[in-house]
Nanobody, 120 residues
Framework: QVQLVQSGGGLVQAGGSLRLSCAASGRTFYTMGWFRQAPGKEREFVAIISSSGGDTNYADSVKGRFTISRDNAKNTMYLQMNSLKPEDTAVYYC???????????????WGQGTQVTVSS
């Protein structure tokens, strides 16, 4: 059974930090990524990482503040979020692809989502 299980998240004050984790099981995943959806808004891209971890890309809104990483030995991906802002408040989703592409990626599996709330 393919699963992406998320952990982390919660409530933090502006300027604080949080780390999200996404543990994958059931098959080998290649490109992985993080997305978020704020209330009343569409889901948006946050960050993407290649299968080796050597290639990463970020949305402009989080560049320099968030860091995506993965530990393939643990089949786990992370999102370190620093200098959080109230506008980062959203449900965050991890996603995994059966492809090695890092552009125009189709994500086949999604985590359950985790709430991140940043207070001002």
């Amino acid at each position: 059974q393919v699963q992406l299980v998320q952990s982390g998240g919660g409530l933090v004050q502006a300027g604080g930090s949080l780390r999200l984790s996404c543990a994958a099981s059931g098959r080998t995943f290649y490109t992985m990524g993080w997305f978020r959806q704020a209330p009343g808004k569409e889901r948006e891209f946050v960050a993407i990482i290649s299968s080796s971890g050597g290639d990463t890309n970020y949305a402009d809104s989080v560049k320099g503040r968030f860091t995506i990483s993965r530990d393939n030995a643990k089949n786990t991906m992370y999102l370190q979020m620093n200098s959080l802002k109230p506008e980062d408040t959203a449900v965050y989703y991890c996603a995994a692809s059966r492809s090695t592409r890092v552009v125009a990626v189709t994500f086949d599996y999604w985590g359950q989502g985790t709430q991140v709330t940043v207070s001002s």
